[in-house]
C-alpha cells in the first residue's frame, strides 16, 4: 500500500462546480497534513494546512480523520483558474521529510 | 520574507556530460534544505535533504550527489549523465522539524539529457 494514495483523475467539472477530493495514508502516526497545487510546469505551492478541526480559507475547505486516515479538500463554486494538479501531503513524524501524493488534476472547463 | 532560487531554469545536456544545479533561499536561518525530481506525468522523488551546513541526507542511490557549502545553499551534481536523469528538479526548503509549516519550493530546473 501506498504511503499516502490519491485518485489521479482527472476530474472534469464545470465553472461553478463543487468539487470534492480524497486522499488517503498508511501511517497512523502522521502528524501533520497539507494541500498543494502545481500548475502545469509549475513548482508545487502550497494551498492549505489541514487540522483536525477542519479549515476553510475562501472557497477550499481541507478537513483531516484520523479515525479513518483520509483527508479531503472540497473546493466551491469552481473557476477556470482553479485547473491545476492538487497534491496531498502527509508529514509522518520523525525526521524532516514529507510524503507527497501523486497528486489529482483538476479541469475546470466553461 | 523567504525566497527561494533556482537555475538554471532549463538546461539541455548531453549523456555522459557533468550537471550542477544551484539552489539559495534568502530571508531565513539554518533552513531545512531539499532536492526533489519529477519526471514527466509522474510524482515527487525526494533526493536529499540537508539539516545544516555539510550534513546530506541520500534518499535514492544513483548518480547525483548533493553538498551544502553555506546555510542558505544547495547544490545537486552529477559527474557524468544519464538519459534517465531528464526531470524537473525542485529544491525545496522547510523552516522546521516535525513537518511544521510544510516546505516551500523553488521554481526548478527542467533538465533533459540527450
Known amino acids: 500500500r501506498k504511503e499516502v494514495e490519491q485518485d489521479p483523475g482527472p476530474f472534469n467539472v464545470p465553472e461553478g462546480a463543487t468539487v470534492a477530493f480524497n486522499c488517503t495514508y498508511s501511517n497512523s502516526a502522521s502528524q501533520s497534513f497539507f494541500w498543494y497545487r502545481q500548475d502545469c510546469r509549475k513548482e508545487p505551492k502550497l494551498l492549505m494546512s489541514v487540522y483536525s478541526s477542519g479549515n476553510e480559507d475562501g472557497r477550499f475547505t481541507a478537513q483531516l480523520n484520523r479515525a479513518s486516515q483520509y483527508i479531503s479538500l472540497l473546493i466551491r463554486d469552481s473557476k477556470l483558474s482553479d485547473s491545476a494538479t492538487y497534491l496531498c501531503?502527509?508529514?509522518?513524524?520523525?525526521?524532516?521529510?514529507?510524503?507527497f501524493g501523486t497528486g489529482t488534476q483538476l479541469k475546470v472547463e466553461l | 520574507s523567504q525566497t527561494i532560487h533556482q537555475w538554471p531554469a532549463t538546461l539541455v545536456q548531453p549523456v555522459g556530460s557533468p550537471l550542477s544545479l544551484e539552489c539559495t533561499v534568502e530571508?531565513?536561518?539554518?533552513?531545512?534544505l531539499y532536492w526533489y525530481r519529477q519526471a514527466a506525468g509522474r510524482g515527487l522523488q525526494l533526493l536529499f535533504y540537508s539539516v545544516g551546513i555539510g550534513q546530506i541526507s541520500s534518499e535514492v542511490p544513483q548518480n547525483l550527489s548533493a553538498s551544502r557549502p553555506q546555510d542558505r545553499q544547495f547544490i545537486l551534481s552529477s559527474k557524468k549523465l544519464l538519459l534517465s536523469d531528464s526531470g524537473f528538479y525542485l529544491c525545496?526548503?522547510?523552516?522546521?522539524?516535525?513537518?511544521?509549516?510544510?516546505?516551500?519550493f523553488g521554481p526548478g530546473t527542467r533538465l533533459t539529457v540527450l
Open positions: 501531503v502527509v508529514f509522518p513524524g520523525g525526521g524532516n521529510k514529507l510524503t
Open positions: 530571508g531565513t536561518s539554518n533552513p531545512n
Open positions: 525545496a526548503w522547510g523552516p522546521g522539524t516535525r513537518g511544521v509549516g510544510g516546505q516551500f
